[in-house]
């Protein structure tokens, strides 16, 4: 039997635990090698550890993030329980970091935000549960880590916790954090190991779900193939030299299911033809469904090519060179109204200009503010581009594959921002 998936982020402010947090749970589930342990037992004596394991080694691979007890990148970790495989992504807490959370979070089903509980809600908290939601990330557990350092205090848990649902509740307009998703609640200590596997001795008073149990017990579901519009974006075309008669359009299918023989409609050019066949790796098929690798062959002889999409006519996405979207900024120059970049959406590539600053996020008052003169690194703000060449997009809440984008700067080729496209009515 295959053991379903949950892909989960951590995410908080610096120092609050996150990579100790993730070290706790490999190492408390059995999922250390022995030599991985020596090999932290010997840095964890190096750093002074006087004998105790540092846990965060786990996780924190660069070199720079041991010698500065930070994390810098999205570690990736990967273990499994006799219930559930799991992905973790462990993303920076530091703020000019903010761009790498965006990536570790965007195929997240579940955020664990953490929270120190001498600190309490620190504002890189509130922009990561900002992102958190302006992702759509179904669930969201807020750890109270720390919990032996606040003498394992319920009063305190529950103020802190009071202090994030208050949060939580405001947010709105594109983040749904507050209405939207599950939230959870667990007081831990990830150093001590209270709650995170093992249920804590020292707080009797909590009854709720130890982290574990919740990954495990978590309902995870997924949009069936059969409710979804397929969107089947073209990234190759294949017409190999030894089948002059063959021509297939490869990709991958993001969302949805086709059927052989079912009537489908090329964007943006809009031509109508039916599906001839469906060919994968392990021969054709009658039908295929997201997400699968696949190559279409069509009725008729139709020019299409890379960055094309193929869907149900009923079911088109819209077609534009122009849409709103909200930008998450990854880089130290800032954008600006007139900016121009390459926009990357599925497999079609064009280029992008801003036309409208529209607003921008006040990550202290979840309000959306003025429009601004620019967005700094790490600020998200609604912005209206156009393009060059027309796009086939949804907006980010009914699809993420097709709802969202990247733009990238053409001198530098470094990519300077995430999009998350807008209702159209937005």
């Known amino acids: 039997m295959t053991l379903d998936l949950l892909r989960f982020t951590t995410a908080g402010s610096v120092d609050d635990g996150k990579s100790t947090l993730i070290g706790r749970l490999l190492y408390d589930t059995k999922q250390v090698f022995e030599d991985q342990l020596e090999h932290v037992a010997q840095a964890s004596e190096r750093r002074g550890g006087e004998g105790a394991l540092d846990l965060a080694l786990l996780t924190d691979g660069l070199r720079a993030e041991r010698e500065q007890g930070i994390t810098i990148d999205v570690a990736y970790r990967y273990f499994a329980t006799p219930k559930r495989r799991f992905i973790i992504a462990d993303c920076p807490g530091h703020q000019q970091y903010t761009r790498n959370m965006v990536t570790g979070a965007s195929t997240a089903d579940l955020s664990v935000i953490l929270l120190d509980a001498r600190k309490g809600v620190l504002e890189q908290s509130k922009r990561h549960a900002f992102i958190s939601a302006l992702l759509g990330i179904p669930h969201v557990v807020v750890a109270v880590n720390k919990m032996d350092l606040a003498e394992y205090s319920q009063a305190r848990f529950d103020e802190l916790a009071l202090e994030f649902a208050e949060f939580a509740a405001k947010l709105g307009g594109g983040a749904n954090l507050g209405s939207g998703a599950d939230l959870t609640y667990i007081p831990m200590s990830a150093l001590e190991g209270d709650n995170v596997v093992d249920r804590s001795q020292h707080m009797p008073w909590y009854e709720g779900p130890t982290l574990l149990e919740l990954l495990e017990g978590v309902e ?137 600053l529209r607003d921008c996020v006040d990550v202290h008052t979840l309000e959306r503010v003025g429009a601004p003169a620019e967005l700094g690194l790490n600020d998200i703000g609604r912005v209206r581009l156009r393009t060059s060449a027309p796009l086939s997009f949804d907006p980010y809440g009914e699809n993420r594959r097709t709802g969202s984008f990247i733009l990238i700067d053409e001198a530098s080729n470094e990519t300077v921002g995430a999009g998350l496209v807008a209702p159209v009515d937005g």
């Open 220 to 356: 995870v579901s997924y949009d069936h193939p059969y409710d979804t519009p397929a969107r089947f974006p073209v990234q190759w075309v294949i017409r190999p030299a030894t089948a002059t008669d063959y021509r297939g359009y490869a990709g991958q299918l993001a969302s949805g299911a086709l059927r052989k023989g079912e009537e489908v409609i090329v964007l943006p050019g809009g031509e109508r033809t039916k599906i001839k066949a469906i060919d994968t790796y392990d021969g054709e098929l009658d039908e295929a469904m997201a997400p699968m690798s696949l190559t279409l062959r069509l009725e008729d002889e139709l020019d299409v090519s890379r960055g094309e999409l193929i869907c149900r006519a009923a079911e088109a996405p819209t077609v534009s060179r122009e849409l709103e979207a909200d930008i998450c900024w990854l880089h130290e120059r800032p954008l600006r109204p007139g900016g121009r970049y390459a926009i990357k959406h599925t497999s079609r590539s064009a280029n992008a200009v801003v036309d409208e």
